[in-house]
C-alpha cells in the first residue's frame, strides 16, 4: 500500500510564492518518475512539471523561469516551488508519482496526490 498526501495550497497575491509538497509512504521500492499537474475550472489537466529518476527536469512553458521542481529522496517527498505567481496560475494542484513497490511491477504504477487548490488573487 502508497499512500500519498499534498500539501502547500493557498491563497497568494499575484507576484507571490508557495511551494507545493507530496509526502509519499509505504512499500516503496523506488521512484521512477515524478511530476506535477494542474487542472482550472472548465480546463483540461496539463503537466506542469516534470522529473525523471536521473533527475532530468521538465517544465510547461508558462511556468518555465517561475516554477521549480525538486526531491528529497530520504524524506520520500516531491515538491513545487512557485515564485512569481499570476492569476493564470490558479488551479487544483496534483502530484504524480510512478512508484515501483515491494512486491509490484517492476517499471512502477502511477500514484496520484488528493490535489492542492492554488489561488492567485489580489
Known amino acids: 500500500q502508497v499512500q500519498v498526501v499534498e500539501s502547500g495550497g493557498g491563497l497568494v497575491q499575484p507576484g507571490g510564492s508557495l511551494r507545493l509538497s507530496c509526502a509519499a509512504s509505504?512499500?516503496?521500492?523506488?521512484?521512477?518518475?515524478m511530476g506535477w499537474y494542474r487542472q482550472a475550472p472548465g480546463k483540461q489537466r496539463e503537466l506542469v512539471a516534470s522529473?525523471?529518476?536521473?533527475?532530468?527536469?521538465t517544465y510547461a512553458d508558462s511556468v518555465k523561469g517561475r516554477f521549480t521542481i525538486s526531491t528529497d529522496n530520504a524524506k520520500n517527498t516531491l515538491y513545487l516551488q512557485m515564485n512569481t505567481l499570476k492569476p493564470e496560475d490558479t488551479a487544483v494542484y496534483y502530484c504524480?508519482?510512478?512508484?515501483?513497490?515491494?512486491?509490484?511491477?517492476?517499471?512502477?504504477?502511477?500514484?496520484w496526490g488528493q490535489g492542492t487548490q492554488v489561488t492567485v488573487s489580489s
Open positions: 504524480k508519482l510512478t512508484l515501483t513497490t515491494y512486491g509490484g511491477r517492476f517499471s512502477g504504477d502511477d500514484y
Open positions: 509505504g512499500s516503496i521500492f523506488r521512484f521512477n518518475a
Open positions: 522529473i525523471t529518476r536521473g533527475g532530468i527536469t
